[in-house]
């Protein structure tokens, strides 16, 4: 007779952080049985790491590239989404490096947030909206329409050249871009 070993706890949250850059929240630990003071054990013992409200890491998960940007919008909250600059970062579009993550959220972000995150107060359309690499953020498209007054024109124009490319943009996104990049390099000349 072989005995099947019970799942404990900390194997439940392993799976969860597995699949969410070693990332874990509390809502998502409850919803699968394990009671938020079990989470908080295991970060007082060590096993995890509290590295916001209420979010928790997984320090047996190998980091990735991606992870800074999967934690500034968790961090937030669950209706947050990376924008603007930090989508093209996190993407690798613009040569863009900004100095902190850019996340919009559709309420007001009460809790304090390290200084590394810049939140937004910004409800958008749907449409505005994707998932990629499950991490929440704008479209392609919408970050480079924000990123207009902010980014140098040849860097735009380089972006939309290579998200068209690797296919993150329609050709009509790419032919609105384009002709909004000019408008504004013909403003700023004048």
Request: charged share 25%.
């Amino acid at each position: 007779m072989v005995l099947k070993r019970r799942q404990t706890y900390r194997d439940t949250l392993r799976e969860i952080a597995a699949g969410d850059y070693g990332l874990i929240t509390l809502r998502d630990a409850e919803a699968l049985g394990v009671p938020a003071v079990e989470v908080r054990k295991l970060a007082s013992r060590g096993f995890l790491e509290r590295v916001g409200h209420g979010l928790y890491r997984d320090p047996t998960i190998p980091p990735s590239d991606m992870d800074q940007f999967a934690w500034a919008a968790r961090a937030v909250g669950d209706d947050a989404y990376l924008m603007g600059e930090s989508v093209l970062a996190m993407h690798n579009l613009g040569f863009v490096n900004p100095a902190r993550i850019t996340v919009g959220t559709p309420r007001r972000v009460w809790r304090a947030l390290p200084a590394v995150i810049h939140a937004v107060t910004r409800k958008l359309p749907p449409d505005a909206l994707t998932v990629e690499e499950g991490v929440a953020q704008t479209t392609i498209y919408q970050a480079l329409i924000d990123c207009l007054p902010t980014v140098m024109t040849s860097r735009l124009r380089d972006a939309v050249t290579e998200a068209g490319r690797r296919g993150l943009l329609t050709k009509r996104e790419q032919s609105a871009l384009r002709a909004r990049i000019s408008r504004r390099s013909t403003e700023m000349t004048r």
